[in-house]
Each structure stands twice: as C-alpha cells, then as structure tokens.
C-alpha cells in the first residue's frame, strides 16, 4: 500500500524512554502499523532515516554539532515535525547545563575531553527548526501520541492539554497534598497529561509535564517558600526535568520574596 | 613496497538495538586489523548533573538515564543513599522493591525478545512482520510485556520514570484488592512465560563457544537481584562497595562510553552471566524446565543469551506470585531517615547486568559527588573481543551486508542499552591488501 501516510521516529539525546509510548502499545503497535506505513524507528526495526515522511516524530535534545545537521534534514523531509517528551520540547534534564560551564563538566568526566564533541547547551527542537506540534512530558504516554496520529489521519488538529494538574487532581477528587499536608507540590504550575498521578501517590508533582498555561510561578515560588523552603530549593523546583522551558527556566532564578507584605 | 589499497564503507544505522551505535572494521588481507564498536551517546553528563541537588531529588533524576530500566537507576541510588544514611529496609519494603525489579525484568526482557532479538532468529526484518507468521508469540510476548509494566505501575503509578520509589521505601502501599487483581494475571501468566522458554529454547543457535569471564551478583538464597557479593566466574568474591578496587573504567577516543575493564580485562555482565553463575539459586520448578532443555547451563555461547532471559522472565513471574502471595498492607510504606555526611555505593542487577552508583552526600544532604558505572560500558570490551572472535569464524571476505548482519546479532546478545551509555550502529569497513 502505497498510499499509506509515512511515519518516523527519530532520536536524539534522550533516555529512549518517550519511544517505548509506542512500544508499550501492545496490540495497538499492530494497528498502527497498519494505518501508516512505518519507514524509520530504528529501535523496532526499520532504518530509513533519510526517507521523506508524512509524520516525523522526535525525541531527544539537540547537544552536538552533527545532531543540529541532522535535524535540519530530517525537517526538509517531513510534513509533519511532532517533539515528543521533556528533551525534545524543552531540552530535558540535560538543560541544566545551560545554566553551568559545559566544558569543565566534560573535562571532569572524561580524561580526554578533546574526543568529546558536544554543544555547550541542551536545547529544543523547535530553537532550531519549525515544530508543529509539541507532546509534552518524562515520559510522554501511548495515549497522547495515539491522539495525536489518530487526529492528522483524521484530518483535524490535534488536542493538547494545557490545563494544570490541579485540575485533573479534582476531577479526580485526589485530596491536594499541599493543602492537607503542607507538601510543597508543583501542580499549580504544571501541565497536566500525566493523570496526575504524583498526588495520587501521596507525593509532591515535580513538572515533569512542563509549564501549563499562564502559570502563575511567582505566586507559587512565594507559597513555597511559605511552606518552609529556602530560596535556593524554591529555585531548584523550577530547575529540574523540564528547566529549559521559558516560563521555568525564568522562575528559577527566584533569589526569595524581597517584598514581604 | 606496495599502497595498501582502502575501500571504506558506511552502512546505515543499525536496527533494533536500544540507542544507535557504529561499527567500524578495517580489514587488510582478510584479517581484522581494528575493531571499534563507536557507541556514541550525545553526552548528557548526569554525574555532573547531580552535583548540588538534595539527596532526595535522586531516584527522580537517575530514572532519566534510561527509558528502558529506570527502575534499576532508582534502586541501586536508593540502596547506595540509605547505607551511606546507615539505615536498611524493612521487611516489606525490600519484598516490594524486588517485586519492582521483577517487572522490570519482565518488561525489559519480554521488549528484547520479541521486538529486537527473535526477529533475527526466524529470519524477519522486525516484529511487525514477524507477527504476520507467528501471531500466538508475539501476542504472548506483547502480553508479558504488558504484565511487566503492570507490576511496575503498582508500586510506581507508571511504568517508564516511575514516581513511587523514595530513599527509605515507597511513597504509598498498594491496597490489597490491587494485589489480588495482579496475582491473578502473574497466575496466568507462569505457564506462558515457561512456554517463552521452550519457545527461545528451540530456536536454533550458532555454534559458537567463547572464553569470557562472567560478573554477577549473587545473593545467599535467591536469585540476585537488589543484594548479594559481587562474583565472578575467576573466583572473584567481594562485598559491592569493593567495586572501584577491581573494576576500572578507560576512556577510549571512539566512544562517549567509557570501557570498564575487570583486573585488565574484558567481562560479561547481564542475563547469560548471573544465570551463570547463579544456577543453584532458581527456583525450583524454574530449575526442573531449565534442566529439561536440550541446551546446556551454564553457557559459553552469547547466542543462548535470549534464553536466559526468557529464564530470568519466568523467575520473575514466579518471583512476584511467591512474595505478593504473602502481601500485608504495612503501617508505612517507607522509614524514616535523617541525612548525613559521607560516601555510600550501591549496586544492583539491572536488566542488561550490574549497575553500580556511589554518591558523596555532604551534612546538609545534598550531592557532592556521583558515579554511575553503567552495565553496557561494562559489556562494551566484551562485545568487541566477541565481535572479533565471531567475524573471524563468520569469514571477513563476505559481503558487507552479511557482515553487519551479523555483527548487529552478535552485539543484540548483549542488549546493549545505548542510552544508558550511549547512539548510532552503523557499519563502517575499511578494507586492504597488499599487492
């Protein structure tokens, strides 16, 4: 069949983790299979990376000067360019070198950092070439990249939360951590899509799903810092999976509440 | 005097492997001058990554090494941070940590068997065709792998960078009504994972013996999974936290991964090596199925590495019905701790062999130092020794499309996990001959 749309997956600095989205789909992986026409997932099977495609969903950051040339062919072959996961869509954990001297972190690492060839920085896709579509979330789940090819098949825009996980807590009717307990939980800044799952584990959200909409993190920064935290932990809650998001990555420079009212 | 005559060779990526990775050959004459397995992982540097952070931003941090064994990242943090802390486990807490592990062996395995390693023994591009002949397996297999992420989502509400695991146990304790639900799908499940057994068992193998030193954990009474010696088959016997005094990491200009060497030399870690060395921990109606193969265990032939961990499947299953079996709901679900200065080490039996971490925590409880010695790094001066040794055997002057075929079968034995390391296989040769 050729008309089937062409999908690819492609990787770049990345834990492998938002790939197993669709290899934990069991039967649903046979399905999808048959609805498009897989050409490049190298880790299931197929190696094209070259081939021009429909739909090319990619995890991983940009951190090397070959991964940027990459990127830049794999954009000229697709119509579709889909981040999946923290490190794609906000440069991942590993962004938390921007913020540090990369080169002294090589050099203490490797004995010979010269055949080390790495970018100073972790970066997102989209800082590099036009995204349409980004999935956020460590890790992103098999029903939010189903939602998403489902809707392009379908020939409709696909839906993306961008509510706060407190929101899901109450549809859940999770009873708030930080409320009852005194927890201090990043829920009210963060983007749901997880299920909110954290809180329901009796536990404090870390953002691993990203900013939500107009997250109000000055006010959550100072509530924080009610609940006991130091400036610098404050800071650190910002600056964690995905710190290189704009919204976070401001709010973890919060240095304390100097206007104590 | 005569030019040596070059033809280099770049092949695409290679397939099925957990990360991309290149193999580069230069061939003079028919024999391999130099071998380099490039596993090139843009490097993420997570040692630095985690200098500064509180001791309990860990087992969320390290998780974010590797999608495929988050949950082995987690364990041996956990168990690295708690003895530096000077506190152990409770009874439930270490029944439930290995019920954990047991999903994650199941998951991982069950993904490399059936996605990445039987495609190439029955001869398919990759599982999706695959299940066009042989539907009934990889359903089955497709079934385990579901069963695997199900025991991890028990205690981690998801199955890839789980959220349940804190240093000094769980942050909440399944109700029993989830356990009794599960019990039931592991019930159903042991007899698939012992027919997964005779499955791989009856696939077919490649002769091919080899000399190599095995490393693996091995407990007092069961199979090693969270605790237990470091062993090896050369009669090494030392308690985990001796590791850096036998075990040292090299870097080599080829890859981001840096080679571990055993006293100087390569060794095995992983599925082949604790079966190995662990025979007379199975279970013991694991051990009547493995005694009743045709295949002899312990093994020297890396090809029967898809077997033991079709074995180590069914231990796992077993595992988790006998200690769920015994569930209570526990007045907590973790311990108390109070952090102090001082350097800790922990290793444990991740999916692909041992992991080992050692954190330097200062008084405030923050990370001061980190290591993690990750299991492929350690099989990496292995896989090339094995690389070397069977494209000999296999014959230097056949088609580069055979030789990175087989060259991609011998490293999938190993299950490299080139994210936890490493990214890119693909072929390079460079051949010559004089005259």
Same mark, same amino acid.
């Not at chain 2, 005779?198 to 693996?216: H, M």
């Not at chain 2, 390569?266 to 045709?294: E, I, S, T």
């Given at each position: 069949?050729?008309?089937?749309?062409?999908?690819?997956?492609?990787?770049?600095?990345?834990?492998?983790? !938002?790939?197993?989205?669709?290899?934990?789909?069991?039967?649903?992986?046979? %399905?999808?299979?048959?609805?498009?026409?897989?050409?490049?997932?190298?880790?299931?099977?197929?190696?094209?990376?070259?081939?021009?495609?429909?739909?090319?969903?990619?995890?991983?950051?940009?951190?090397?000067? &070959?991964?940027?040339?990459?990127?830049?062919?794999?954009?000229?072959?697709?119509?579709?360019?889909?981040?999946?996961?923290? !490190? =794609?869509?906000?440069?991942?954990?590993?962004?938390?070198?921007?913020?540090?001297?990369?080169? &002294?972190?090589? =050099?203490?690492?490797?004995?010979?950092?010269?055949?080390?060839?790495?970018? $100073?920085?972790?970066?997102?896709?989209?800082?590099?070439?036009?995204?349409?579509?980004?999935?956020?979330?460590?890790?992103?789940?098999?029903?939010?990249?189903?939602?998403?090819?489902?809707?392009?098949?379908?020939?409709?825009?696909?839906?993306?939360?961008?509510?706060?996980?407190?929101?899901?807590?109450?549809?859940?009717? %999770? +009873?708030?951590?930080?409320?009852?307990?005194?927890?201090?939980?990043?829920?009210?800044?963060?983007?749901?899509?997880?299920?909110?799952? !954290?809180?329901?584990?009796?536990?404090?959200?870390?953002?691993?799903?990203?900013?939500?909409?107009?997250?109000?993190?000055?006010?959550?920064? #100072?509530?924080?810092?009610?609940?006991?935290?130091?400036?610098?932990?404050?800071?650190?809650?910002?600056?964690?999976?995905?710190?290189?998001?704009?919204?976070?990555?401001?709010?973890?420079?919060?240095?304390?509440?100097?206007?104590?009212? | 005097? %005569?030019?040596?005559?070059?033809?280099?060779?770049?092949?695409?990526?290679?397939?099925?492997?957990?990360?991309?990775?290149?193999?580069?050959?230069?061939?003079?004459?028919?024999?391999?001058?130099?071998?380099?397995? *490039?596993?090139?992982?843009?490097?993420?540097?997570?040692?630095?990554?985690?200098?500064? #952070?509180?001791?309990?931003?860990?087992?969320?941090?390290?998780?974010?090494?590797?999608?495929?064994?988050?949950?082995?990242?987690?364990?041996?943090?956990?168990? /690295?941070?708690?003895?530096?802390?000077?506190? #152990?486990?409770?009874?439930?807490?270490?029944?439930?940590?290995?019920?954990?592990?047991?999903?994650?062996?199941?998951?991982?395995? @069950?993904?490399?068997?059936?996605?990445?390693?039987?495609?190439?023994?029955?001869?398919?591009?990759?599982?999706?065709?695959?299940?066009?002949?042989?539907?009934?397996?990889?359903?089955?297999?497709?079934?385990?792998? $579901?069963?695997?992420?199900?025991?991890?989502?028990?205690?981690?509400?998801?199955?890839?960078?789980?959220?349940?695991?804190? +240093?000094?146990?769980?942050? *909440?304790?399944?109700?029993?009504?989830?356990?009794?639900?599960?019990?039931?799908?592991?019930?159903? /499940?042991?007899?698939?994972?012992?027919?997964?057994?005779?499955?791989? =068992?009856?696939?077919?193998?490649?002769?091919?013996?080899?000399?190599?030193?095995?490393?693996?954990? *091995?407990?007092?009474? &069961?199979?090693?999974?969270?605790?237990?010696?470091?062993?090896?088959?050369?009669?090494?016997?030392?308690?985990?936290?001796?590791?850096?005094?036998?075990?040292?990491?090299?870097?080599?200009?080829?890859?981001?991964?840096?080679?571990?060497?055993?006293?100087?030399?390569?060794?095995?870690?992983?599925?082949?090596?604790?079966?190995?060395?662990?025979?007379? #921990?199975?279970?013991?109606?694991?051990?009547? +199925?493995?005694?009743?193969?045709?295949?002899?265990?312990?093994?020297?032939?890396?090809?029967?590495?898809?077997? $033991?961990?079709?074995?180590?499947?069914?231990?796992?299953?077993?595992?988790?019905?006998?200690?769920?079996?015994?569930?209570?709901?526990?007045?907590?679900?973790?311990?108390?701790?109070?952090?102090?200065?001082?350097?800790? =080490?922990?290793?444990?039996?991740?999916?692909?062999?041992?992991?080992?971490? *050692?954190?330097?925590?200062?008084?405030?409880?923050?990370?001061?130092?980190?290591?993690?010695?990750?299991? %492929?790094?350690?099989?990496?001066?292995?896989?090339?020794?094995?690389?070397?040794?069977?494209?000999? !055997?296999?014959?230097?002057?056949?088609?580069?499309?055979?030789?990175?075929?087989?060259?991609?079968?011998?490293?999938?034995?190993?299950?490299?996990?080139? @994210?936890?390391?490493?990214?890119?296989?693909?072929?390079?040769?460079?051949?010559?001959?004089?005259?």
């Amino acid at each position: 069949m050729a008309d089937k749309p062409g999908m690819a997956v492609h990787k770049f600095a990345s834990c492998d983790g !938002c790939q197993l989205a669709f290899l934990n789909l069991g039967e649903d992986l046979l %399905t999808l299979s048959q609805a498009v026409d897989i050409v490049h997932f190298a880790e299931a099977g197929p190696v094209n990376p070259e081939a021009a495609v429909d739909i090319a969903f990619i995890e991983g950051s940009i951190s090397t000067p &070959e991964d940027l040339e990459r990127l830049l062919r794999i954009r000229a072959n697709t119509r579709y360019l889909i981040t999946l996961g923290a !490190c =794609a869509t906000a440069g991942g954990l590993q962004a938390l070198r921007n913020f540090a001297d990369a080169d &002294e972190w090589v =050099a203490s690492i490797y004995p010979e950092p010269g055949y080390i060839q790495s970018l $100073a920085t972790s970066t997102p896709i989209a800082r590099h070439v036009k995204v349409d579509l980004e999935i956020w979330g460590c890790p992103v789940t098999g029903r939010q990249v189903l939602a998403a090819v489902s809707a392009l098949l379908s020939g409709v825009s696909p839906w993306i939360e961008k509510d706060k996980v407190c929101m899901e807590c109450k549809r859940h009717q %999770t +009873v708030c951590v930080m409320v009852t307990r005194g927890i201090p939980c990043m829920g009210p800044v963060t983007r749901t899509g997880c299920g909110a799952l !954290c809180p329901s584990f009796g536990r404090d959200c870390y953002a691993c799903y990203g900013p939500a909409e107009n997250p109000n993190t000055g006010s959550l920064a #100072r509530r924080l810092e009610g609940l006991g935290l130091v400036p610098e932990a404050v800071a650190r809650r910002f600056r964690f999976i995905t710190a290189g998001a704009t919204e976070f990555a401001e709010a973890g420079a919060y240095r304390g509440d100097l206007s104590h009212d | 005097m %005569t030019e040596p005559r070059h033809i280099p060779i770049t092949l695409p990526v290679l397939a099925r492997v957990e990360g991309e990775g290149t193999l580069e050959l230069r061939v003079h004459d028919g024999e391999i001058e130099d071998l380099r397995l *490039r596993i090139f992982e843009p490097p993420r540097m997570f040692e630095k990554l985690l200098e500064g #952070r509180d001791y309990s931003e860990v087992p969320d941090m390290v998780a974010r090494i590797c999608g495929i064994c988050p949950v082995a990242y987690q364990m041996s943090a956990v168990h /690295a941070l708690e003895s530096l802390f000077g506190v #152990r486990p409770t009874e439930w807490i270490r029944a439930m940590r290995r019920v954990m592990y047991c999903g994650e062996w199941i998951q991982s395995h @069950s993904l490399h068997i059936h996605m990445l390693a039987a495609p190439d023994f029955l001869g398919f591009p990759g599982m999706v065709e695959m299940a066009q002949r042989h539907p009934d397996e990889v359903r089955r297999g497709l079934m385990l792998q $579901a069963l695997g992420n199900d025991l991890i989502r028990l205690l981690g509400a998801r199955s890839v960078h789980p959220v349940g695991v804190r +240093v000094g146990g769980f942050y *909440r304790a399944p109700k029993q009504g989830e356990i009794d639900s599960l019990l039931e799908e592991l019930r159903a /499940a042991l007899p698939q994972a012992e027919a997964l057994v005779r499955w791989t =068992a009856s696939l077919g193998f490649p002769e091919d013996e080899q000399q190599f030193t095995c490393v693996a954990l *091995r407990h007092p009474d &069961e199979y090693p999974m969270n605790e237990g010696r470091l062993v090896s088959t050369q009669g090494l016997d030392i308690p985990a936290d001796l590791f850096e005094k036998h075990f040292v990491e090299h870097q080599v200009p080829h890859s981001t991964a840096l080679h571990c060497l055993h006293d100087g030399k390569p060794y095995l870690v992983g599925p082949l090596a604790r079966l190995n060395l662990n025979m007379d #921990r199975l279970p013991g109606h694991v051990r009547d +199925v493995v005694d009743g193969l045709r295949l002899g265990f312990p093994s020297r032939n890396m090809h029967h590495s898809i077997v $033991a961990r079709a074995i180590e499947i069914m231990i796992a299953v077993h595992e988790a019905i006998r200690l769920l079996e015994s569930y209570r709901e526990p007045h907590s679900p973790n311990i108390n701790l109070r952090p102090v200065a001082g350097v800790g =080490a922990g290793c444990t039996e991740a999916p692909r062999g041992i992991l080992w971490q *050692r954190y330097e925590i200062d008084a405030a409880g923050k990370v001061r130092r980190a290591r993690i010695v990750p299991p %492929t790094s350690q099989n990496q001066a292995r896989i090339e020794d094995d690389l070397r040794q069977s494209l000999r !055997c296999f014959g230097t002057d056949r088609r580069e499309e055979e030789l990175r075929h087989h060259g991609e079968r011998v490293i999938r034995n190993y299950d490299p996990c080139i @994210s936890c390391a490493t990214h890119f296989l693909d072929l390079r040769i460079n051949r010559s001959a004089s005259g």
